[in-house]
């Protein structure tokens, strides 16, 4: 029972087609189907250097905003495997949970380093300087609602696949994040420039 359940799951998730789309399919259709492949990779290319050579050419701060949307993805990604596996069970808010721990994460190692760099324009608002002053009370106090969040929704009888995904999480918070701080660390350290 449990193989045909994992098995409909499989169909669920969305496969890819191969086609490149009905414009494009038209204007290389007198190609050979090698040649389109290599002109679609070629076009892309050219598209993503040149995005990302303006994203470098605007600086630091972009650098930082691209890293982030870099992520972000990744972590959608990786957590979206964790939970197909586990989809059939309908664990309550475990995908926003997730998303939780991540903006968490963000904040406790982020802030910090942002606050050095930034310091000048954060201390000039009264409420920023509250965030400033206390943002290891405030990143421990954000991670404890959030794993009470996650004893609130454990089921019974499901306890070890969930405690699964939450360790499953933490890892995936472990690798994405800590490489996204290294990164920005060396963007703002110049180390790239």
Known sequence: ?????????????PQDTGSMGELVDSVLAPLPARWRNWV????????????????????????????????????????????????????PWFRLLSWYFLVTSNYFIFGESLIDYWAILLRKDNFLHFL????????????????VWFV????????????????????????IVCQSFFIIQNIFQGTIW
């Open 40 to 91: 679609v990779r070629g076009v892309f290319t050219i598209i993503m250097v040149s995005m990302f050579s303006f994203i470098v050419s605007r600086g630091p701060t972009w650098l930082m905003a691209l890293v982030f949307a870099i992520q972000f993805k990744c972590f959608h990604e990786i957590i979206s495997i964790g939970l197909a596996v586990y989809r059939m069970y309908d664990f």
């Open 1 to 13: 029972m449990l193989i045909h359940r994992i098995s409909g799951l499989t169909k669920i998730i």
């Open 132 to 147: 400033i002053n206390y943002h290891r009370l405030i990143s421990f106090g954000l991670y404890c609602v959030g794993f």
């Open 152 to 175: 609130l929704s454990l089921k019974k009888g499901y306890y070890m696949r969930q405690f699964s995904l939450f360790a499953w999480t933490h890892i995936t918070l472990l690798l």
